[in-house]
């Protein structure tokens, strides 16, 4: 459920786009206008904004935002510009291709996604990118990391709630038997994590929890490190609760010294209208505090304006 809340009566298009071209004038950028306007349209109107915008002074205003913008607003908006189908591959061009690597952005993106969206990424990357995902995975990154992601990406999984508890054990004693290995049998957790739909994952974790003196999710992170360990984390918690998932992500960007912004800024830019509302239920409920009090901490200016705005009312 969106949190993004849309005046009852919007502005016409061509009023949108003279009050961000006026925005423009002067000496310096009324960033405050560009934050009341696109933090509170969905994406249809933010599209035929671009649109007339673009079809009445002659410029993209994509280029026109980068270089009036600058810091955290400046990437948060772009992002947010960004058609919602083509985002998770713009995400995913910059974090393989870009000057450092962010294969955390990768995995969370990929592996939080359901199957159906994956296609959808899978088609989006290729026609913006030119090349497959596929492809580039295999380029850019290695080991048990990249042949889950590989197979994830690759591999057709069921959506419904349905699935087999005969398969099911089979699958919790496979996984207890590999996790008994030195160093833990990635092969197994990789065919099992990248084939089986969430309903049969979750069922999988409970029947292994029940016949072991350590969780599934211990066990991971006890046989396994860094981007595979996050990898096979994220598919087992989106499989349970992607509104916790990204809870737990939102408090990590924000805990201890420093905020993390690349990630707080495209968790909330990318779930705002899809489950920020759930989310924000998680945050309160495991943390005792709203997110949007935990992001007016650790954010300012018009770039917390433009956050706080996407996040909705502060419940």
């Not at 999988?204 to 003196?213: C, H, I, L």
């Amino acid at each position: 459920m969106s949190t993004v809340t849309v005046p009852p009566v919007t502005p016409s298009h061509r009023d949108d786009a003279t009050q961000i071209f006026r925005a423009f004038k002067g000496i310096g950028c009324d960033a405050g206008t560009i934050v009341d306007i696109l933090a509170h349209r969905d994406a249809t109107q933010r599209s035929l904004l671009v649109q007339e915008y673009e079809s009445t002074y002659g410029h993209e205003l994509r280029k026109r935002l980068s270089s009036e913008l600058n810091g955290h607003l400046k990437k948060a908006v772009l992002l947010w510009l960004h058609e919602p189908g083509e985002r998770d591959a713009f995400i995913l061009k910059k974090a393989l291709k870009g000057t450092v690597k962010d294969q955390r952005a990768v995995t969370e993106i990929i592996c939080s996604r359901t199957p159906s969206q994956i296609g959808q990424l899978k088609r989006s990357y290729f026609t913006n990118v030119g090349r497959n995902l596929e492809d580039d995975i295999e380029e850019e990154l290695s080991g048990d990391h990249k042949k889950l992601l590989l197979a994830f990406l690759m591999t057709s999984r069921y959506e419904g709630p349905e699935f087999d508890e005969v398969v099911v054990e089979q699958d919790a004693k496979a996984l207890q038997k590999a996790s008994k290995k030195f160093g833990l049998s990635a092969k197994t957790f990789i065919q099992v994590f990248s084939e089986r739909s969430r309903a049969h994952l979750c069922a999988v974790s409970d029947t292994y929890n029940s016949m072991s003196k350590k969780t599934l999710e211990k066990a991971i992170r006890d046989e396994t490190h860094r981007h595979f360990e996050y990898a096979l984390k994220t598919i087992i918690r989106c499989a349970e609760s992607p509104p916790r998932f990204y809870a737990k992500a939102l408090r990590k960007a924000m805990k201890g010294l420093g905020t993390d912004d690349t990630s707080l800024t495209r968790i909330v830019v990318t779930r705002a209208e899809i489950d920020m509302y759930y989310i924000k239920a998680e945050y309160r409920k495991k943390y005792g505090k709203t997110l949007n009090d935990a992001v007016h901490s650790d954010t300012s200016g018009h770039y917390r304006a433009f956050l706080l705005a996407l996040l909705g009312p502060n419940n």
